[in-house]
Every structure is written in C-alpha cells, then in structure tokens.
C-alpha cells in the first residue's frame, strides 16, 4: 500500500527533477533524458500525475532515429555541464539521425512494458486515445524492428550491444574481460564530469571511461553506420537482461498490437525465434544459470550476475529452470542472498565474484530498477512470498536512505546520486 508520505516524498523528487520537458534521471549528475529511466519514470507519475506520464513516453519516442532507433540520451535543451554534450556524438547531418540532438546509441527497450503497464492502470488508461497509441505503436514496432534485424549480425534476431553503455550496466564486471583488451588511443580531448557530484570510487574506473569515450569516437569514425558498428566495434555482445527486457516487451508490445487491430505476425516470429534459441546461447547446465555472449569472440562471459534473474521477468526460463536460479543462486548467501557477507540483496554480482566491488555503481550495488524488475519475475513464477519480501527490503532501503541510485549490499548504505528519479517512482510500484 503507498503511504501519503512516500507518495508526497516521490512527488517532490520527481517534480524537482522535472524540466517541463521529460523529468531527468537526477538533479545534478544526469541533466538529460536517459532512454529506460524515463520509461520506469512514466510509471511513478501515473499515481500523481497521469497525464504527465503519457507526456513523460511522447518526449521519449519523439527523439527516434529515422532508421527506427530510440537513443539513449536525448539532449532536448541543448548542453549542459554533463560529459559528453550533444555535440560530441558528431550525429549532426546524419541521414538517420532524428530531429533532436541525442546519443548515437540506445538502451534496454522497457517502453513498451511501461506502456501496456499505464494502459491496465485505471489512472492512466482513458487519457490516451486510439491515434496516439497507434503512432505510439509503430515507433515502438520500428525500434524493435532496427534492434531485431539492423543490430543483428548472425540472424538470430538476438541484438547485439556496441558499447557497455547501451545495457544500461555500464561499468559491470561482465563487460571487464573485453574492456581490458581494448587499449584506447587518439583519444579526442574531453573532460570527465561525473566524478564531481559522485565519490570517484563509487563511479567507473579511469581506465574503464577512457575506453568508453574511445568507443565513441570508433562509433564517430564510422558515421554511426549500423553495418560497420557491427563489423568493427570492439565490444559485440549479446547482453541477457537487455534481450530479456526485449522479450518481455515484443510480449506488451503484441498485447497492444492486437488491441488495435494490427498484426502482429512480425512481432510474434521475433519472440518464437528469440525462445528458440536463448538457452541455446546462454544457459549453463552445470551451473544451472544464464551468462552472456561475447559476439565478438563466439563465447560465454563468465561473470555471475544480477542479470540471469531478469530473464524471469519475460518468461523465458522453463519451471524447472527458473527454480535452479531461485534456489541455487538468488538464495545462496556465498552469492546474491543476504546472511553471509551481504546484508541487501540483489547485488548487481555475486559477492563471491573477485570483481565484486560493493559501492562501485554496477559492479555490485543494489539497484531500485534491477530489484523491480527482478520481483516481477518471480511474480510470474509463482514465487510471490519472495517478491514480498523482495519489495519489503527494498523499500526498507529507500526508507532508510532515501532515493539513492544505488546501495551498498553489505550495510544498505546510500552510494551514487541523491534524489534519483527511478528510484522513487519504482519505490511506488514496489509499495503498491
Ligand atoms: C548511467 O549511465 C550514464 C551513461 O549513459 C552515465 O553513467 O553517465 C547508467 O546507470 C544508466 O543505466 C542510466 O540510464 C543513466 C541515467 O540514470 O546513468
């Protein structure tokens, strides 16, 4: 049940974080629109705000890419004192760029799930009508489409990532392997700005972001091109949260397809294709868990993390799997469950990985959006007594700490950004 306090704390986070245009991921670190913040976000007004919610998702589709892409950051006022401004992205001129500066790559596709979320939502469902959801539609089709097909090297339908940034994950220990065989070089001259709202140890290492910005600047030499990207970026992989968010929303997005009439045949292929081969690909019988796919190398990444939960949330472990991943590693404390070293779960990886770093942004911390997501999942498994108490503890954090964007698993403290958009509107999906 939401509390008037909490609802009142959520209102004044996300309306002193809102630009009139979109409502930003934080006050200070985060100044622009960020692609899956501003999806999640939508669902925290919908409880005060409801028709700011419907804003918060036409903002966000309205910096598409004419090849269909929704990028990442949308830079809808221009610069500000956040690395790398619009300008550096150098997608001025480019034929498939969209109308607003932004990012040249995107971010976990969770808008659809958000949409079909807001439409079974009596605050949200009667202020939209049919022509909107329909445009909606079809640009939401179009990204799922580009991320099927243009992203996709090998046919699978499986889309692959070019830089760690578009997991959303950024820094994860997953993508450490990779990073550390990619040696940076012609660097073009730039200033690293997050590091003055966040501690320097809770944010990536320098070596890390050196190699991010040299990824960019791959991505500029190559005009952004979707065939090259593929061809020559160092970093090819097959993320498993970021495909089972994809599931999960070709899922919503045929929900809303069939509602309005359309067919949906496309959308079906694309999930048959992707349940065909995901174990295939990324499940570990030995180990009775999921690891991601470095596409570039043609193997595994042998990182125990958060992400193998998330596949529950689109359905695609059978029973008997989804129970190996309950059983052997969300409830084993040597790994992701307090009682052992951590107090909080879900650490975004196994406290037994050497990698583990408890307040280091992604490569341990928990987050608000990765727990939200990860009870959903257990939700549709019939783990609802888990997901319970998933949300009970979570919210106990935000409680304690406030909306952070991150937690330190062994103590529940406060790491990263202070007043974080996604963390309170989440904090109203868990209580409610
Ligand atoms: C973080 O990513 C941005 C780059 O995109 C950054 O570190 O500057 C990630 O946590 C990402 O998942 C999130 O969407 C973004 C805004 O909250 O911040």
């Given at each position: 049940m939401i509390?008037?306090?909490l609802?009142?704390r959520?209102?004044?986070t996300?309306?002193?974080?809102d630009?009139?245009?979109?409502?930003?991921?934080?006050?200070?670190?985060?100044?622009?629109?960020?692609?899956?913040?501003?999806?999640?976000?939508?669902?925290?007004?919908?409880?005060?705000?409801p028709?700011?919610a419907w804003?918060e998702v036409?903002?966000l589709?309205?910096?598409?890419?004419?090849?269909g892409?929704?990028?990442?950051?949308i830079y809808?006022h221009?610069p500000?004192?956040?690395?790398p401004?619009?300008?550096?992205?150098?997608?001025a001129?480019?034929?498939?760029a969209?109308?607003?500066?932004s990012?040249a790559?995107?971010q976990?596709p969770i808008l659809a799930t958000?949409v079909?979320?807001l439409?079974?939502?009596?605050?949200t469902?009667?202020l939209?009508d049919?022509?909107?959801?329909?445009?909606h539609y079809?640009?939401?089709l179009a990204?799922h489409?580009?991320l099927h097909?243009t992203?996709?090297?090998?046919?699978?339908g499986l889309?692959?990532l070019i830089?760690?940034w578009e997991?959303?994950a950024?820094?994860?220990?997953?993508w450490?392997?990779i990073?550390d065989?990619?040696?940076?070089a012609?660097?073009p001259?730039?200033?690293?700005?997050?590091t003055v709202?966040?501690?320097v140890d809770?944010?990536p290492?320098?070596?890390?972001y050196?190699r991010?910005?040299?990824?960019?600047n791959l991505?500029?030499q190559?005009?952004?091109?979707?065939?090259?990207l593929?061809?020559?970026?160092?970093f090819?992989?097959?993320?498993?949260m970021?495909i089972a968010?994809?599931h999960?929303?070709?899922e919503?997005?045929?929900w809303l397809?069939?509602?309005?009439?359309?067919d949906?045949g496309?959308?079906?292929?694309?999930r048959?294709g992707?349940?065909a081969i995901?174990?295939?690909?990324?499940w570990?019988e030995?180990?009775g868990?999921?690891?991601d796919?470095?596409?570039?190398a043609g193997?595994r990444i042998d990182?125990?993390?958060?992400?193998?939960?998330t596949?529950l949330f689109a359905?695609l472990p059978?029973?008997?799997?989804?129970?190996?991943?309950v059983?052997?590693?969300?409830?084993?404390p040597?790994?992701?469950?307090?009682g052992g070293?951590?107090?909080v779960?879900?650490p975004?990886i196994?406290a037994?990985e050497?990698?583990?770093?408890?307040r280091?942004?992604?490569c341990?911390p928990?987050w608000?959006?990765i727990?939200?997501?990860?009870g959903?999942?257990l939700?549709?498994?019939g783990?609802?007594?888990?997901?319970d108490?998933?949300?009970a503890?979570?919210?106990?954090?935000v409680?304690d700490q406030g909306?952070?964007e991150?937690?330190?698993?062994?103590d529940?403290?406060?790491?990263g950004?202070?007043?974080?958009?996604?963390s309170a509107?989440l904090a109203l999906?868990l209580a409610a």
């Open positions: 509390s008037e306090s609802l009142a959520v209102r004044t996300l309306k002193g974080n630009t009139g245009t979109f409502i930003k991921p934080s006050p200070g670190q985060y100044p622009h629109q960020w692609n899956w913040d501003s999806a999640v976000i939508a669902l925290g007004l919908s409880y005060f705000d028709a700011r804003a036409e903002s589709l309205a910096s598409q890419w004419r090849d892409m929704v990028p990442h950051i809808h221009g500000s004192d956040y690395f401004p619009p300008d550096f992205w150098q997608t001129g480019l034929a498939r969209g109308d607003i500066p990012s790559f995107t976990p958000v079909r979320m439409l079974e939502r009596p605050s469902a009667g939209i049919d022509a909107t959801l329909r445009r079809d640009r939401m990204w489409r580009w097909v992203r996709c090297p090998d046919g699978s889309p692959c830089h760690p997991s959303g950024d820094n994860s220990p997953r450490a392997a990073l065989g990619i040696t940076p012609d660097l001259p730039y200033k690293r700005r997050d709202h966040v501690k809770e944010r290492r320098p070596e890390d050196t991010f910005v040299h990824m960019i991505g500029r190559l005009r952004w091109e979707p065939k090259a593929l061809d020559q970026m160092p090819l992989v097959q993320d498993i970021y968010i994809l999960r929303a070709d919503d997005l045929a397809g069939a509602r309005l009439g359309a949906t496309e959308i079906d292929a694309w048959a992707t349940t995901f174990d295939q690909r990324f570990d030995k180990r868990f999921y690891y796919y470095d596409a570039r193997r990182m125990a993390s958060y992400a193998p939960f596949t359905g059978s029973a008997a799997q989804a129970e190996r991943l059983r052997e590693h969300l409830l084993n040597a790994e992701f469950a307090p070293a951590l107090k779960g879900v975004t196994a037994n050497p990698l583990f770093g408890p280091r942004y992604w341990g928990v608000v959006i727990n939200w997501i990860i959903i999942g939700r549709r498994y783990y609802d007594a888990l997901a108490k998933l949300a503890d979570t919210l106990a954090l409680d909306f952070h991150y937690y330190d698993p062994r529940g403290s406060a790491c950004a202070a007043d974080f958009s996604w509107a999906e």
